[in-house]
Every structure is written in structure tokens, then in C-alpha cells.
């Protein structure tokens, strides 16, 4: 069993800031990438941003500059600093890892949060 545990949305004025936390527990053997999607209203789920295990990251092209992942992997947490924040990032945020629950199981699974809202008002 793995649990995803989210924190850290809510409701913030244009040009705010925010810090999405995500923890994973329970039967992890290692986590490979972690990192963040974004749901708004009748729109399909897109990725956000996406973090290696030796830190490398990746963005989204309309979030570059503003947000920023990072991880802490003794914490197996995944953060999302999200900076002059925009009424286009209203969205429910979801956290995302691919993990191995064991040194025996090949190959990684993936994971998802149960999503946090973060609405920016104009």
C-alpha cells in the first residue's frame, strides 16, 4: 500500500504565491520521479512539472520561471513553489510518483495524490 498526502492549496489573489507539498509512505522499496499535473475546470489533466531522483527537473512551458520543483528524498516528498500565480493556474493540482515497492517487483509503478485546489483570483 502507498499513500500519496497532499497540502498546501487554497485561494490566493493574482500575483501570489503558494507551496504544494506531497509525502509518500508506506510500502516503498525507491522512488524514481515525482511531480505535479494540473485539472481545470473542462480541460483535460496536463503535466506541470516533474523532478528525477538525482534532481533533474522539467516545466511546463507556462509555468517556467514561476514555479519551481524540488524534492527531499529522505522525506520522499515532493514540493511545488509557485510564484506571480496567475487566474489561469486555477486548477486541482495533483502530485505524481513512480515507484518500486520492492527490490523483487521490476519496474516502477505510478502513484497519484487525491488532488489539491488552488484558485487564484484577478
Known amino acids: 500500500q502507498v499513500q500519496l498526502v497532499e497540502s498546501g492549496g487554497g485561494l490566493v489573489q493574482a500575483g501570489g504565491s503558494l507551496r504544494l507539498s506531497c509525502a509518500a509512505s508506506?510500502?516503498?522499496?525507491?522512488?524514481?520521479?515525482m511531480g505535479w499535473h494540473r485539472q481545470a475546470p473542462g480541460k483535460q489533466r496536463e503535466f506541470v512539472a516533474g523532478?528525477?531522483?538525482?534532481?533533474?527537473?522539467m516545466y511546463a512551458d507556462s509555468v517556467k520561471g514561476r514555479f519551481t520543483v524540488s524534492r527531499d528524498n529522505a522525506k520522499n516528498t515532493v514540493y511545488l513553489q509557485m510564484n506571480s500565480l496567475k487566474p489561469e493556474d486555477t486548477a486541482v493540482y495533483y502530485c505524481?510518483?513512480?515507484?518500486?515497492?520492492?527490490?523483487?517487483?521490476?519496474?516502477?509503478?505510478?502513484?497519484w495524490g487525491q488532488g489539491t485546489q488552488v484558485t487564484v483570483s484577478s
Open positions: 505524481v510518483v513512480d515507484l518500486r515497492i520492492s527490490a523483487v517487483v521490476a519496474g516502477a509503478s505510478r502513484y
Open positions: 508506506g510500502s516503498i522499496f525507491v522512488i524514481n520521479d
Open positions: 523532478i528525477t531522483r538525482g534532481g533533474g527537473t
